[in-house]
C-alpha cells in the first residue's frame, strides 16, 4: 500500500472492464427473453398454454425427459465413477467419446441414430427382430435425448468425484468396505451435489433436445412432437403459439437450473450423510 | 510457438472467421463488378434452381447466385421475420398470396412450373405395398409433409380424392391418415424418409425422383383425375437489395432456356399448359 494512487486507478479500470463486459453479456442473455415475454400478455399465454396441442407436447416433453434423464444417471454415473477412479487403456477415447454428443450437430446425431438403430441400420435390423423399432416412436425421442444428454450427466459427475479426499475413498478400502460400499455410502453421497448438477443439466438438455429427435424419431402430434419441436412447427404456421410454447419451455429451464441452485444439496448435507455412513 | 507464428496463426484465424461475415458487394454493374442475387426457393426445387443459377452465372460472369431451400411456409416466416432476399418461388398459390397480403412482394408472382404428386416406397418395400389402396393397409408406415408444407397440403387432398375414385374404400383417405407416423418441414424430409426405408411409403413431387434418389425407392403413381397440379409462382421481394438481378433471374426462369431446365429436373414447364 505504498502508492494507493496508481493502485486505485488500476482498480477502477478493472472494475470499469468487470462492469462493461457483465453488463454486456448479461443485456445479451437477457434481452431475447424480455423480447419474448414482450410479445405476450399473461392472459393470452394461459389461455394458449391450455390449448391440447400445448398441452400434448408438454406432456410428452415431461415424459421423455424425465425417462431419458433416468437412463442416463444410472448409466452416466457408473462411467463417470470408472472414469475418475481408474487408469485403463483407451480411457481418453471413452472421455471423447462421452463428450462428443456435446459438440456434434444434433442432426448428425440423429443421422447417426438412423444408421445405427434405424429399421435398416446397423444394430436396428436385430431390434426389428425382437420386435421392437425406434423410429417414429417415443421410445425413440427418449433415444435421441439420451444420447444428446450423456456428456451433461457424466461431466459434472466425474468432476464432483475427482474432486473427492482420496483420503476418505482410502480409509474406507482400508476398514474393509469393499468399492460397492465404499461408492454408494461413501463416494456417491459426497458427490451428490455434483451428480444432481448432471441431472438437471441432462435435463434440460433432454427437454431443450430437437435436432437429433426430428431427425431420427420424426415429428408427430402425441408421439414425437415434443416441445421444441411444437415450437418450431408453429413458427411456420401460428406465431402466438410459438411464443406460449417457447415461454414454457424458457420458465421450464430456468426454473430447472435455479431450484438446483436452491436446493438443500450443499457440500455440508453431502459431508453429513458421508459421515454418519462411515460411523 | 514464437511470437511471429502466434501472430500469423492469429491473423489466419481472424481472416478465416471474418469471411463469411464481409458483406456481399453490391457496387458496381453487369459489366463483370462482383453481384450476389438471393433467391428463397421451395424445397422441390432444390435440384432445377441450382442448375438454373449456374447458367445464369456463366452467362453473367461476376454474378453469385444463393439459393436457399426450405419449405415454403419456412421460406415465408423467414422473410417475415426479415430475412433479405431478392427472389421468393412457393411451391403452391396460398403462400404466395400470404407473402403478398405481408407486403413482401414487389409486382404481380407469375407462375413458373407445375408439377405432380406421386407415392414412393423403398425399393425394399417393406410393407409390401403393390397399389394404392395399400396405403390404407393397418400399419403402413406413412410419412407426410405437415399441412403447412404445400406438398403436405397436397397430400392430403389427394388421398381425400382417392377416397371418391372407384376400387377406394370410402374411408380411405381417414385410414391412410391413421397410418401417418410422422410430418415432415418439407418435402425432400418425406424423401429422405423413405429412401432411408425407416418409412413405408411417402407422398412427394415427380420431380423429387432425381437419378440420386431413383436408386433407393420405386414410384407409384396417382390416377389423373385424382391428383393434384400443384402450381409454382415466383415474384420479386419488395426490400430485395438487387432488383435488377432479380428481374433478369425471373426472365430466365420464364425463358424457353429455363423452361427446358425445369423439364429436365421433372417439372411441368407452364408453356405447355398455357399456349
Not at chain 1, 408421439?223 to 406465431?239: C, F, I, R
Not at chain 2, 438471393?38 to 426445387?45: I, K, T
Amino acid at each position: 500500500m505504498r502508492s494507493p494512487a496508481p493502485r486505485r486507478a488500476r482498480l477502477s479500470l478493472t472494475r470499469v472492464a468487470l462492469l462493461g463486459a457483465s453488463a454486456l453479456l448479461i443485456a445479451f442473455l437477457v434481452l431475447p427473453f424480455v423480447a419474448l415475454l414482450l410479445r405476450v400478455t399473461p392472459g393470452d399465454l394461459a389461455a394458449r398454454l391450455a390449448s391440447p396441442m400445448v398441452l400434448e407436447a408438454l406432456r410428452l416433453s415431461l415424459a421423455t425427459s424425465v425417462a431419458a434423464t433416468a437412463v442416463v444417471f444410472v448409466l452416466g454415473v457408473p462411467v463417470a465413477w470408472l472414469l475418475a477412479t481408474r487408469e485403463f487403456p483407451g480411457k481418453r477415447v471413452v472421455e471423447v467419446l462421452v463428450d462428443l454428443p456435446m459438440v456434434l450437430p444434433p442432426t448428425v446425431a440423429g443421422f447417426a441414430l438412423l444408421m445405427a438403430f434405424g429399421r435398416a441400420g446397423l444394430a436396428g435390423r436385430a431390434l426389428a427382430a425382437l420386435g421392437l423399432s425406434l423410429p417414429f416412436t417415443t421410445l425413440g425421442v427418449v433415444v435421441a435425448q439420451v444420447f444428446m444428454a450423456v456428456p451433461f450427466m457424466v461431466g459434472p459427475a466425474r468432476a464432483s468425484f475427482s474432486g473427492l479426499d482420496p483420503k476418505l475413498l482410502d480409509a474406507a478400502a482400508t476398514l474393509g468396505a469393499r468399492e460397492t460400499f465404499t461408492f454408494f455410502r461413501v463416494a456417491l453421497p459426497l458427490a451428490l451435489p455434483g451428480i444432481l448438477a448432471g441431472v438437471a443439466m441432462s435435463a434440460s438438455r433432454a427437454l431443450g433436445e430437437f435436432g437429433a429427435t426430428i431427425t431420427f424419431a420424426g415429428n408427430l402430434p402425441g408421439s414425437t412432437q415434443t416441445m421444441p419441436l411444437a415450437v418450431y412447427e408453429a413458427l411456420q404456421s401460428d406465431l402466438d403459439a410459438a411464443v406460449a410454447l417457447s415461454v414454457l419451455l424458457l420458465v421450464m429451464a430456468f426454473g430447472l437450473l435455479l431450484g438446483l441452485r436452491a436446493a438443500p444439496v450443499g457440500s455440508f448435507w453431502g459431508h453429513a450423510r458421508a459421515r454418519a455412513a462411515a460411523r | 510457438m514464437n511470437r511471429f507464428s502466434t501472430c500469423a496463426g492469429a491473423a489466419l484465424v481472424t481472416a478465416l472467421l471474418a469471411t463469411p461475415f464481409a458483406p456481399p458487394s453490391t457496387a458496381g454493374d453487369a459489366s463483370g463488378a462482383k453481384r450476389t442475387l438471393q433467391v428463397f426457393a421451395a424445397a422441390s426445387l432444390a435440384d432445377a434452381f441450382h442448375e438454373l443459377a449456374h447458367r445464369l452465372e456463366a452467362e453473367r460472369p461476376g454474378l453469385a447466385v444463393r439459393i436457399s431451400l426450405a419449405g415454403s411456409q419456412q421460406l415465408v416466416a423467414q422473410l417475415e421475420q426479415g430475412a433479405v432476399a431478392d427472389v421468393f418461388a412457393s411451391a403452391d398459390e396460398r403462400w404466395m398470396s400470404y407473402a403478398q397480403a405481408q407486403g413482401l412482394v414487389s409486382g404481380e408472382p407469375a407462375t413458373f412450373a407445375r408439377n405432380r404428386l406421386v407415392v414412393i416406397v423403398p425399393k425394399s418395400n417393406p410393407a409390401r405395398i403393390g397399389k394404392l389402396q395399400d396405403l390404407s393397409r393397418g400399419g403402413v408406415k406413412l410419412v407426410l409433409a405437415a399441412d403447412a408444407v404445400p406438398v403436405g397440403h397436397y397430400s392430403r387432398t389427394v388421398l381425400r380424392n382417392l377416397a371418391r375414385v372407384e376400387g377406394f374404400p370410402p374411408d380411405f383417405a381417414t385410414r391412410a391418415l391413421r397410418n401417418v407416423v410422422s410430418e415432415e418441414d418439407n418435402v425432400k424430409s418425406v424423401v429422405s424418409k423413405v429412401q432411408l426405408g425407416e418409412a413405408d411409403a411417402g407422398f412427394v413431387y415427380r420431380s423429387d425422383i432425381t437419378p440420386a434418389v431413383a436408386r433407393y425407392v420405386r414410384a407409384f403413381e396417382i390416377p389423373e383425375r385424382a391428383n393434384v397440379i400443384a402450381t409454382y409462382p415466383l415474384a420479386l421481394l419488395k426490400d430485395g437489395p438487387a432488383p435488377d438481378v432479380a428481374k433478369a433471374f425471373v426472365d430466365f426462369v420464364l425463358s424457353a432456356d429455363g423452361q427446358r431446365i425445369l423439364e429436365q429436373h421433372g417439372l411441368m414447364p407452364v408453356a405447355a399448359n398455357t399456349r
